[in-house]
T-cell receptor, first 114, second 114 residues
């Protein structure tokens, strides 16, 4: 069965600093990988996705993520964080099957200092 | 474009009372549909998914049930709520027969059982 680990429960960065959120997955085949963002009291919004091809994927809001098969990782990055990026971030891996289920990590809470 | 609606947005119910949460999707046909629960400070737990009308799969045994009476309508129910049912309930959809696995989330329902 697939699994996702987000080792950082909470990260604090200063506005304008760079950001990297870690995600490690376990899956027997080529993974489908996603990053979602959730603002307080809101649903989840898809930031970016990886299916195949170029291992560096670009998403919305200036985010990017790099798939590294050798490290089973899909880390999320942003070169300069804005105060509005404060939210919770979830990594997810897609499971093969008719329902195309996703398995989510436990999330990383991002705090942005002024 | 596709949109997903959930209601109510918030709900406070006493222990032992019934529950009905509704989710509808617009702008697509025959979607996969999902119910998740998110407890405070925790990740997403998949409760039910559906690949078609009347087809429901349960991921976690509990006192909740789900139904899909129409193609784009997904209902989460309970006959008698428990305190442990409190949480944030998210509905999501994904396209059928599509290569991508991404899911799109509704705004959620905050349920407090007192």
């Amino acid at each position: 069965a697939q699994s996702v680990t987000q080792p950082d429960i909470h990260i604090t960065v200063s506005e304008g600093a760079s950001l990297e959120l870690r995600c490690n997955y376990s899956y027997g085949a080529t993974p489908y990988l996603f990053w979602y963002v959730q603002s307080p009291g809101q649903g989840l919004q898809l930031l970016l996705k990886y299916f195949s091809g170029d291992t560096l994927v670009q998403g919305i809001k200036g985010f990017e993520a790099e798939f590294k098969r050798s490290q089973s990782s899909f880390n999320l990055r942003k070169p300069s964080v804005h105060w509005s990026d404060a939210a919770e971030y979830f990594c997810a891996v897609g499971a093969y099957g008719s329902a195309r289920q996703l398995t989510f990590g436990s999330g990383t809470q991002l705090t942005v200092l002024p | 474009s596709q949109t997903i609606h959930q209601w109510p947005a918030t709900l406070v119910q006493p222990v032992g009372s019934p529950l009905s949460l509704e989710c509808t999707v617009e702008g697509t046909s025959n979607p996969n549909l999902y119910w998740y629960r998110q407890a405070a400070g925790r990740g997403l737990q998949l409760l039910f998914y559906s690949v078609g009308i009347g087809q429901i799969s349960s991921e976690v045994p509990q006192n909740l049930s789900a139904s899909r009476p129409q193609d784009r309508q997904f209902i989460l129910s309970s006959k008698k709520l428990l305190l442990s049912d409190s949480g944030f309930y998210l509905c999501a959809w994904s396209p059928q027969g599509h290569l991508s696995y991404e899911q799109y989330f509704g705004p959620g329902t905050r349920l407090t059982v007192t």
